[in-house]
């Protein structure tokens, strides 16, 4: 069965580095997108990605973080300066249309 | 303002017991509901969308219902197999949005 796929599984940075995480979405899928979940917490919304431009963004997603589509099948978000409230588990998932999501795995980025 | 609310927060079953988990959303004019199953350190495994009121899905124990303010999530006789953190998320309906907001789970413990 097809999953999406996240590299790396843990990422552990310094505050003001840049971190790139990385994602394989399922092959057929059109939309794509990055939520996060702070130990504890609710998972939270991103950005949502289609048609190789972002179509929504939440008020978390400022200009340290940006996504990127480089080929037909990896799909990142950079966070250009990490802080310390970045720490997170950070999961992608994609979509065929406009309904169900399916996500991966996570990666876990620990800013120090 | 919170926007999806799950009940209880905590769950503990004994094998066998069934119950019931709640959502419920204030949103009008839904476009779908999502429910996930989350086990600790990974990401969400999609279990049921749900469209309109009235509509119910299964799968082997769990059933997932749901009216106009709420949805359920029954598990008939677990096992300590469906330990984990049962999510609930709404997507709403302004325009394009596909953005999933989600509660803050309930988790469930099957005693054996």
């Known amino acids: 069965e097809p999953e999406v796929t996240q590299t790396p599984s843990h990422q552990v940075t310094q505050m003001g580095q840049e971190v790139i995480l990385r994602c394989v979405p399922i092959?057929?899928?059109?939309?794509f997108y990055w939520y996060r979940q702070i130990l504890g917490q609710k998972v939270e919304f991103l950005v949502s990605?289609?048609?190789?431009?972002?179509?929504?963004k939440s008020e978390i997603f400022d200009d340290q973080f940006s996504v990127e589509r480089p080929d037909g099948s990896n799909f990142t978000l950079k966070i250009r300066s990490t802080k310390l409230e970045d720490s997170a588990m950070y999961f992608c998932?994609?979509?065929?249309?406009?309904?169900?999501?399916?996500f991966g795995p996570g990666t876990r980025l620990t800013v120090l | 303002e919170d926007q999806v609310t799950q009940s209880p927060e905590a769950l503990r079953l004994q094998e066998g017991e069934s119950s019931s988990l709640n959502c419920s959303y204030t949103?009008?004019?839904?476009?779908?509901l999502f429910w996930y199953r989350q086990d600790p350190g990974k990401g969400p495994e999609f279990l049921f969308t749900?469209?309109?009121a009235g509509e119910e899905k299964e799968k082997e124990r769990l059933k997932a219902t749901l009216t106009k303010k709420e949805s359920f999530l029954h598990i008939t006789a677990p096992k300590p197999e469906d330990s984990a953190t049962y999510l609930c998320?709404?997507?709403?309906?302004?325009?394009?949005?596909?953005?999933?907001?989600f509660g803050s789970g309930t988790q469930l413990t099957v005693l054996p």
């Open positions: 998932a994609s979509s065929a249309g406009a309904d169900t999501q399916y």
């Open positions: 092959s057929n899928h059109l939309y």
């Open positions: 990605f289609y048609n190789n431009e972002i179509s929504e």
């Open positions: 949103v009008s004019g839904l476009r779908g």
């Open positions: 749900l469209y309109s």
């Open positions: 998320a709404v997507q709403l309906p302004s325009g394009s949005a596909r953005q999933l907001t």
